[in-house]
């Protein structure tokens, strides 16, 4: 899910309709206060990453310091200066410190945040939010759908 006080947007990420692509896009939209919640896969992250880009969101002091506390103070620095840099192991270790902090709202139940269902935000997100940003989420037919989850 995605999270833009910016652009005041909601992006609920449904399974199987492309929504990893959507989210991809949509990174190079964020300011660090917005919010990427459960950066899904690690290839989202990777990708961003080995073409130079730090999705703002990954900018905040937070995970720097996870960063740090995981991989190093030079790691860290590195990382956010020159990402195109960093080989598959920093990459994976990028992505596992951006996730490790689950970004402000925790799931009760211990889940992650990418598939979350409209409810569940709403909750977490509250009224205020939820009622005046746009929310947007892409689904597909729902047979062809069956037919790619096998």
Same mark, same amino acid.
């Given at each position: 899910?995605?999270?833009?006080?910016?652009?005041?947007?909601?992006?609920?990420?449904?399974?199987? #309709?492309?929504?990893?692509?959507? #989210?991809?896009?949509?990174? &190079?939209?964020?300011?660090?206060?917005?919010?990427?919640?459960?950066?899904?896969?690690?290839?989202?992250?990777?990708?961003?990453?080995?073409?130079?880009?730090?999705?703002?969101?990954? #900018?905040?002091?937070?995970? @720097?310091?996870?960063?740090?506390? @995981?991989?190093?103070?030079?790691?860290?620095?590195?990382?956010?200066?020159?990402?195109?840099?960093?080989?598959?192991?920093?990459?994976?270790?990028?992505?596992?410190?951006?996730? $490790?902090?689950?970004?402000?709202?925790?799931? &009760?139940?211990?889940?992650?945040?990418?598939?979350?269902?409209?409810?569940?935000? &709403?909750?977490?997100?509250?009224?205020?939010?939820?009622?005046?940003?746009?929310?947007?989420?892409?689904?597909?037919?729902?047979?062809?759908?069956?037919? $790619?989850?096998?």
């Amino acid at each position: 899910m995605i999270v833009s006080h910016q652009h005041r947007f909601i992006f609920l990420h449904s399974r199987k #309709t492309a929504g990893s692509a959507v #989210t991809l896009g949509l990174l &190079r939209l964020l300011g660090p206060d917005d919010l990427w919640l459960n950066a899904p896969a690690f290839w989202i992250m990777s990708d961003a990453l080995r073409s130079g880009f730090v999705p703002p969101p990954a #900018t905040r002091p937070e995970v @720097r310091e996870a960063l740090v506390r @995981r991989c190093g103070a030079r790691f860290a620095r590195r990382a956010l200066k020159r990402p195109e840099k960093l080989d598959h192991a920093g990459r994976k270790a990028f992505a596992d410190a951006y996730n $490790s902090l689950q970004l402000p709202y925790p799931k &009760r139940d211990g889940g992650g945040w990418q598939h979350v269902g409209a409810a569940t935000a &709403r909750d977490h997100l509250g009224p205020q939010v939820w009622d005046s940003y746009l929310k947007f989420s892409f689904e597909r037919n729902p047979w062809e759908r069956m037919v $790619s989850l096998y």
